[in-house]
């Protein structure tokens, strides 16, 4: 056990790695960082928290905005 109330191994840290990476670039570098040859398999390491998808719709609004691009 450790201080966070559960066994930590290596293959945990890559699902943190892959989830946190994911919050400051695009899935496909993800997915060449984690040396997977389908998306899909990175999805699976991914795990995006409400705060992610917050962001997001937050960025989206922005983006719009910004590049006086219509809706679609």
Excluded: C, W
Excluded at 17 to 28: D, G, K, P, V, Y
């Amino acid at each position: 056990m450790t201080s966070l109330g559960r066994p930590v191994h290596p293959h945990i840290l890559r699902h943190t790695f892959a989830s946190r990476l994911m919050r400051t670039t695009n899935a496909r570098i993800v997915q060449e960082l984690l040396g997977h040859q389908h998306l899909s398999t990175t999805q699976i390491y991914t795990h995006p928290n409400q705060d992610d998808l917050k962001k997001a719709i937050e960025q989206l609004g922005q983006g719009e905005i910004e590049t006086g691009l219509p809706p679609v």
